[in-house]
């Protein structure tokens, strides 16, 4: 079975600071995702990477940044925590090919004080 | 960007009772995925829906694909209070790296 693997479950940090959310898959996959959920949105595409070193902006990139410098991990930065990015954020996997699912990792619920 | 609009938001039922949850948009997708999601957990695939019109059956899960390719929906027969979660569709994009818009999600709570 794929594993998605969030650093963290829950996490409390202040506004200006910068905060590091860590994610490692073990299936080799090559695209990896940052979502961040809220109530009655969804999930909303932070950044996406379809290879190492890669990334691509989502829909909602602002505030956030992305570094993946190995296949299995992806990391999203906050640069400068805001009180608008408390928030869960989710980090998901998949194969390269068309319909492949994304394989979700149990998240990590940020709190920004 | 590409929006998919799914309702209800919510959801409440009794045991036994049907329901239908619908997921909208108006630009086509290549295929359709519907994902499940427990509190603490992050979402897992249900089903994927690829061909205009498919149907697609999962126990007492029934997905539908629109024949344009737009819309979907996913009907559960007899609930029961283990379907208890969030519900979420989420349409593929026709070009690169397998990137989802997701609808905002159905609360459904099923009780005894």
């Known amino acids: 079975d794929v594993k998605v693997t969030q650093s963290s479950r829950y996490l409390v940090k202040r506004t200006g600071e910068k905060v590091f959310l860590e994610c490692v898959q073990d299936?080799?996959?090559?695209?990896m995702f940052w979502y961040r959920q809220d109530p009655g949105l969804g999930l909303r595409l932070i950044y996406f990477?379809?290879?190492?070193?890669?990334?691509e902006k989502g829909d909602i990139p602002e505030g956030y940044s992305v570094s993946r410098e190995k296949k299995e991990r992806f990391s999203l930065i906050l640069e400068s925590a805001s009180t608008n990015q408390t928030s869960m954020y989710l980090c998901?996997?998949?194969?390269?090919?068309?319909?492949?699912?994304?394989?979700f990792g149990d998240g990590t619920r940020l709190s920004i004080l | 960007t590409q929006l998919l609009e799914q309702s209800p938001q919510f959801l409440s039922i009794q045991e036994g009772e049907n329901l239908t949850v619908y997921c909208n948009s108006s630009?086509?997708?290549?295929?359709l995925q519907w994902y499940r999601q427990e509190p603490g957990e992050g979402p897992v695939l249900l089903v994927t829906?690829?061909?205009?019109?498919e149907v697609k059956k999962l126990k007492r899960l029934t997905f539908q694909f629109g024949d344009a390719r737009k819309d979907s929906s996913l009907h559960i027969t007899a609930a029961q209070p283990g379907d208890t979660g969030l519900y979420l569709c989420?349409?593929?994009?026709?070009?690169?790296?397998?990137?989802?818009?997701f609808g905002q999600g159905t609360i459904l709570t099923v009780h005894p």
């Open positions: 990477s379809y290879d190492v070193k890669m990334k």
């Open positions: 299936m080799d996959h090559e695209n």
């Open positions: 989420a349409g593929l994009h026709g070009t690169s790296y397998g990137k989802l818009t």
């Open positions: 630009s086509v997708f290549s295929s």
């Open positions: 829906v690829v061909t205009g019109g």
């Open positions: 998901a996997s998949s194969l390269s090919m068309l319909r492949q699912p994304q394989h």
